[in-house]
C-alpha cells in the first residue's frame, strides 16, 4: 500500500484518479481549499498551495510515497512545493502539458528540434527531449504580468510558459534558469540548485470524454457548431494534434505513481487527427455534414485547429510500459456523450 498524496482532485480525471488509487487499496489524501468533499475512504486536507506557511500546517509531519499535483501552474508554486516537499515525498509527479511544445507560445527561434538543422516546428511528433529545460529561452525577469479578460493568445502563452517555468523549477529549483529566482540574464545552460528532487512532469494531450465533465468546452464547441449547420474555422493547412480520453489519462497517472521513473513523459493515445478528421467523426456520429470556414493565415481558428506541428510521441510511456488506446476507438463515443450532454 502506497501513500499518495493528490493535490487538486476534484473534477474530471483528478477525481476519477483519486478512485482510482482508493480502490487499488491505497492510503490516498486530497489537498485543496475545500470547495467539494472527496470520495468516502479518502483523506483530505485543506490548504491553499499558495500559501506555503498553511500547506506546512496542513500536512503537519505527514509525508508520502508519491505526490500527483493536479494543480501547478506557475515557477513560485513550484517553488514552494519543491521545498515543502523535499522531505515529505519519495516521488513527485507533476500534470503538465503538450502546451509546453507549442511553438506558437514559444520564443521565435527556441521551439523544439527533433534533430540538428530541422526546423523549429518539427513534422514529426515531438519526444521529451524536444524540449530543453537546461538551455531554456530565458524571457522574463519577473512573473509575467496577467493576460487580460479575453485575450486568449496571451492566456496560451502565459499557459504554456507557467508550465515549462513550473518543470524547469522542478528539475533545477528556484535559483536555476527559468526559477523565480534564478539568474535570467544569462544563455548559459546550468547546473541543478538544491537536493535532488524525484521529479516526473506528464505533458498531457488534450484531454477529451465525459460528456459534461469536459469542462473545457472544446469537443462541444464542434458538436454544437456541426449538429447546427454553422461552419467551424479551420486553418489552410491543419497539423495534427494529440489527444487522450479522460479515463486512460486517469489510468496514465495511476500508473505512473505506481512507477520509479523519472523526467518528463508524453501522455497521449496512438493517432493524431487534425481538425478536419475531428469535425468528420463529429459530423459523422451526428449524421451531419460538417462545413468549414477557412480563417487567414495567422488567425485564430477553432480549439482544435492548429497551423504548426506539435503532436507527441508517446514512445518513452510506451517502452517503460504503459498501453495506450488509440483515438479513433474512443472518439466516436466521446462525441455521442458530449452531443447527449449539449442536446
Ligand atoms: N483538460 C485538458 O485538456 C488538459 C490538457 C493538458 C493538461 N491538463 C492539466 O491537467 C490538470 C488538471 O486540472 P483540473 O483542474 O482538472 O485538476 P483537479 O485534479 O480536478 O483539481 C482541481 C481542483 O484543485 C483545487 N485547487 C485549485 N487551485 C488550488 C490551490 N491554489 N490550492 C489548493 N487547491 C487548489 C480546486 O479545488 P478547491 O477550489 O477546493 O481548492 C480545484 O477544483 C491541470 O494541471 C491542467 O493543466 C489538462
Known amino acids: 500500500m502506497k501513500r499518495i498524496l493528490v493535490i487538486g482532485g476534484s473534477r474530471y480525471f483528478g477525481k476519477s484518479l483519486v478512485t ?15 470547495s467539494s468533499a472527496p470520495p468516502p475512504g479518502v483523506g483530505r486536507l485543506l490548504a491553499d498551495r499558495d500559501d506555503e506557511a498553511g500547506l506546512r500546517t496542513a500536512l503537519g509531519r505527514r509525508d508520502f510515497d508519491v505526490v ?14 519543491r521545498r515543502v516537499f523535499a522531505d515529505r515525498t519519495g516521488r513527485y509527479v507533476m500534470t503538465s502539458t503538450m502546451e509546453v511544445y507549442d511553438p506558437a507560445t514559444l520564443p521565435a527561434g527556441s521551439g523544439p ?12 511528433p515531438v519526444v521529451e527531449g524536444d524540449l530543453d529545460l537546461t538551455r531554456p529561452p530565458l524571457r522574463y525577469r519577473q512573473e509575467p504580468a496577467a493576460p487580460a479578460p479575453g485575450d486568449t493568445r496571451a492566456q496560451a502563452r502565459a499557459y504554456a510558459e507557467g508550465k515549462r517555468r513550473a518543470e524547469a523549477v522542478f528539475l533545477h529549483g528556484p535559483h536555476g534558469p527559468l526559477g523565480p529566482t534564478g539568474p535570467h540574464e544569462s ?3 546550468l547546473e541543478p540548485t538544491g537536493p535532488p528532487f524525484p521529479f516526473v512532469s506528464v505533458r498531457t494531450a488534450h484531454v477529451l470524454g465525459g460528456g459534461r465533465a469536459e469542462f473545457t468546452g472544446r469537443l462541444a464547441h464542434y458538436v454544437r457548431r456541426i449538429a447546427a449547420g454553422i461552419p467551424v474555422d479551420v486553418h489552410a493547412a491543419p497539423y495534427g494534434t494529440s489527444f487522450i480520453h479522460h479515463l486512460e489519462m486517469a489510468d496514465f ?6 512507477q520509479t521513473f523519472t523526467g518528463p513523459v508524453n501522455a ?5 487527427p487534425d481538425v478536419l478528421d475531428l469535425c468528420a467523426t463529429v459530423a459523422e456520429r451526428l449524421g451531419r455534414r460538417p462545413h468549414h470556414r477557412v480563417v487567414e493565415a495567422g488567425a485564430d481558428a477553432s480549439p482544435f485547429s492548429f497551423d504548426r506541428a506539435y ?8 517502452a517503460l510500459g504503459f498501453a495506450f488506446g488509440r483515438v ?3 472518439l466516436p463515443g466521446a462525441v455521442t456523450e458530449t452531443a447527449r450532454a449539449t442536446g
Open 268 to 272: 497521449a493515445s496512438h493517432g493524431a
Open 311 to 318: 503532436a507527441m510521441d508517446n514512445g518513452r510511456a510506451t
Open 187 to 189: 544563455n548559459e545552460p
Open 113 to 124: 528540434r527533433s534533430a540538428p538543422g530541422l526546423p523549429a516546428a518539427p513534422v514529426v
Open 253 to 258: 497517472l495511476d500508473w505512473t505513481a505506481r
Open 68 to 81: 500527483v499535483d493536479q494543480v501547478c501552474y506557475t515557477p513560485l508554486q513550484a517553488a514552494v512545493a
Open 328 to 330: 479513433a476507438d474512443w
Open 20 to 34: 482510482r488509487l482508493r480502490d487499488a487499496g491505497d492510503d490516498v489524501m486530497v489537498l485543496n481549499r475545500g
